[in-house]
Nanobody, 123 residues
Framework: VQLQASGGGLVQTGGSLTLSCAVS????????LGWFRQAPGKDREFVAG????????YYQDSVKGRFTISRSTAKDTVWLTMNSLKPEDTAVYSC?????????????????WGQGTLVTVSS
């Protein structure tokens, strides 16, 4: 499985941005695709995830109501739409995939990782 994240950039507080994760390769064993972020000086953390078959979405509490994760019907792209952005959302965002039914919230459960895309929210 290959993952390619894109769409990062500079946005003002309160603005919106949509990140894309292009998915290719062997996807038959895909179970969940997740978005993670790492702010400067902090650990990488779970942001949102979506189950590959049923489309169930999972969110970190701090982004609920502001971020939406979705996937294309062709299952080759996953988007993270981010609204009402705050300076604390500034981070490098990465997409990752896991191939089993383990918790979608745990970083170590993800087997495949794409490179990150930087999101900067100015105050």
């Amino acid at each position: 499985v290959q993952l390619q994240a894109s769409g990062g950039g500079l946005v003002q507080t309160g603005g919106s941005l949509t990140l894309s994760c292009a998915v290719s390769g062997q996807m038959l064993d895909m179970y969940t695709l997740g978005w993670f972020r790492q702010a400067p000086g902090k650990d990488r953390e779970f942001v949102a995830g979506i189950s590959w078959s049923g489309g169930t979405a999972y969110y970190q509490d701090s982004v609920k109501g502001r971020f939406t994760i979705s996937r294309s019907t062709a299952k080759d792209t996953v988007w993270l739409t981010m609204n009402s952005l705050k300076p604390e959302d500034t981070a490098v965002y990465s997409c990752a995939a896991k191939t089993d039914s383990s918790s979608p919230y745990t970083l170590s459960n993800y087997k495949y990782w794409g490179q990150g895309t930087l999101v900067t929210v100015s105050s």
